[in-house]
């Protein structure tokens, strides 16, 4: 069930052909399946639901965002999907590798190599070096370090010339783009990021968005991010937007204002049901 990585065996050459054949056929795996993933909180009368039956499809080299109300299962969503809290039911699928189901370690080891993260604060370690916090995620997978490829994953992002810093050395704008550079060095399937821009200014806030649209378009990456933020958003491919732990609807090529104004009505009918 779970399957080794390309990568992990042979390094980036065979990850970059398999890309490559899955857009010739267009019969690719997604990079991401869920199917009727539900997640409760608490029970009896204190139970949540915070996703109730969520299925969807997203193809590799795309870059998705997920919006609605504080409160509509957004974060729990994407702890699901990226494997670091476990659904009650259903099933979420890695590249059509199934990770729900598997032992805690099956999990832990899937997670290493196929997912990326990047969260609102940074977790970057303090107590390491740019670099040092940048390849952490090869070393907890055991996998090789290529010095080379660490500096050029930081060259990519801009901190080429930071790797020796302490992350209490560098802006809000830098240390995010670090955490960029540490989710892109597996060279995972999917990037989840959680409010990626949520605690950044404007310009460092927009220096994200384009690192994250270029792990798409430039590394074929494919990107989860959760925002609340309509000018975050419309750097996506799509926007799926969720109310009350339910999907209810998506927007394709959104636009900033298209997303304010559908954002203003996400829940609607889910309040009128009420
Ligand atoms: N650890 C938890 N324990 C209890 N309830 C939780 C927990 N995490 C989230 N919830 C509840 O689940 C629902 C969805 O939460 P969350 O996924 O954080 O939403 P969002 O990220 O969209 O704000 C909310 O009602 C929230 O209060
Ligand atoms: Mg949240």
């Known amino acids: 069930m779970f399957r080794r990585t390309g990568t992990e065996r042979t390094g980036r050459t065979d990850r970059t052909d398999r890309r490559v054949q899955d857009h010739g056929t267009g019969a690719a795996e997604p990079a991401l399946r869920l199917v009727k993933v539900?997640?409760?909180?608490?029970?009896?009368?204190?139970?949540?639901?915070a996703l109730d039956e969520v299925?969807?499809?997203?193809?590799?080299?795309?870059?998705?965002?997920?919006?609605?109300?504080?409160?509509?299962?957004k974060s729990t969503l994407l702890q699901c999907a990226a494997g670091l809290d476990r659904p009650d039911s259903g099933i979420v699928m890695v590249d059509g590798a199934e990770m729900t189901g598997g032992t805690e370690a099956e999990l832990t080891k899937f997670r290493r190599n196929r997912i990326g993260f990047v969260f609102q604060q940074y977790n970057l370690l303090d107590t390491l070096t740019v670099a040092q916090n940048t390849v952490l995620p090869l070393k907890l997978a055991r996998r090789r370090v290529h010095?080379?490829?660490?500096?050029?994953t930081l060259t990519a992002v801009g901190l080429g010339d930071?790797?020796?810093?302490?992350?209490?050395?560098?802006?809000?704008?830098?240390?995010?783009?670090?955490?960029?550079?540490?989710?892109?060095?597996?060279?995972?399937?999917?990037?989840?990021?959680d409010e990626p821009t949520g605690a950044l200014d404007t310009r460092s806030a927009r220096d994200v968005l384009r690192l994250l649209q270029d792990a798409v378009r430039v590394h074929g990456r494919t990107v989860v991010m959760v925002t609340h933020d309509p000018v975050a958003a419309s750097y996506a491919d799509s926007v799926l937007f969720l109310a009350d732990g339910r999907l209810v609807g998506e927007m394709r090529r959104p636009t900033v204002d298209a997303v304010a104004e559908r954002l203003a009505h996400v829940g609607d009918d889910v309040m009128a049901g009420a």
């Open 162 to 193: 930071r790797l020796g810093h302490r992350p209490d050395q560098l802006s809000g704008g830098q240390r995010q783009r670090v955490a960029i550079a540490r989710a892109l060095v597996t060279e995972p399937s999917v990037i989840f990021a």
């Open 55 to 73: 299925t969807l499809s997203l193809a590799s080299g795309t870059f998705t965002a997920v919006m609605g109300p504080s409160g509509s299962g």
């Open 38 to 49: 539900s997640k409760t909180y608490g029970s009896d009368d204190s139970a949540v639901t």
């Open 147 to 152: 010095r080379g490829r660490v500096r050029e």
